[in-house]
């Protein structure tokens, strides 16, 4: 056990599917201590192990030496700094784009682009797996919702030529979709939408820091620049390990965010302390690429081993490795019988993905070793000796 961590009974299992919380006692890192007990997690999104890094936790302190620990205002009023101004010129150079703005988190990232771009009625054409906020964004926008088969651009050109003519309309898709782990097509989704006059939106949460030259994302790797896709969206809270997110654009579209969003507006500032951190884990991003390059060769170790023991992964080329199961309670019951194991990889269970379709998340991370991989398949082999 950890030194000072004792051991507590279990929480009482609530009736199926309902979410309870589980107590982390324990630091972002790939060992942790879940509810009393000492596991190796596979449920988190600090891809390139940033969240531990020292030099991050270093610049959070000196940043908090300096600026204090909270924002005091909201960026319109008080709480827009030089570290935050700072912050959004180096992801803006980094990107090679206009204009960075900052938010609080994803969420109210997507929230205030399309609340701010999109006029009433308007047509958003969304793939069918979209995270959650950006089908609720559409409801603050009140604009009109079509939705496309998954990843499919002749779908997606179908429903984007139903808009109608005189409002316009904006497609949006993630990068890398957050429970499949699969990336969108994202260069035949751009030149779809550059055919009918529409705007482009990528949310790359899952992408940033992990594909491109020097981890500029999904969007970058596929030599797509702000004229194909004008809005691209991305948070701090998985490869760089902080927390927060930003828009990046043209100058005219972050200027629109800043005087109409109303998510943005009415909402406190990211603390200067927490912009100093996000700063230095860029740096790190962009500095350390032996991080990338590990991620994706455990992800391609952990794909080829899995395969081989005929275990019934879905097609990912990402971080995120969902082994399916179908099943809601089965797939609760593998969930326990892993962590019997020492093994966190909690289920994912309906409606978070359709009936039918619950799985483990598996989430793997630069921090991980090829021993805690082993471990896993050997538990997985063991659970699952024929595919569900």
Sequence with gaps: MFPGIESRPEPK????????????????????????????????????????????????????????????????????????????DALSDWLGRDRVLLFSN??????????????????????????????????????????????????????????????????VTEGIFSMDGDQAPLAELARVACAVGAEFMVDDAHGIGLWGEVGQGTVASCHLGQDEVPLLMATFGKAFGTYGAFVAGPADRIETLVQKARPFRYTTALPPALAVATHEALRQVIGEPERRTWLHEQVDYFRRSALELDLPLAPSRSPIQPLMVGSAAETQTLSKALEARGIYAPAILPPTVPRGKARLRISLSAAHTRSDLNHLLEALHSLCPRRI
């Design 106 to 171: 994803g969420y109210m990232a997507n929230l205030s682009v399309l609340q701010s771009h999109c006029r009433r009625g308007q047509t958003i054409v969304q793939d069918r797996l979209n995270h959650a906020s950006l089908y609720d964004a559409v409801r603050l926008a009140q604009g009109h919702l079509r939705r496309y088969a998954h990843g499919n651009v002749s779908d997606a050109a179908r429903q984007l030529a139903q808009a109608v003519p005189s409002t316009g309309a904006l497609l």
């Design 13 to 88: 299992r609530l009736a199926m599917g309902v979410r309870i919380r589980r107590v982390r006692e324990s630091s972002c890192r790939p060992r942790v201590v879940v509810d009393g007990h000492r596991l190796i997690s596979f449920a988190s999104n600090d891809y390139l192990g940033l969240a531990t890094h020292p030099a991050v936790i270093e610049a959070w302190s000196t940043g908090a030496r300096v600026w204090g620990v909270g924002s005091g205002g909201s960026v319109l009023l008080s709480g827009y700094t030089s570290a935050h101004r700072e912050l959004e």
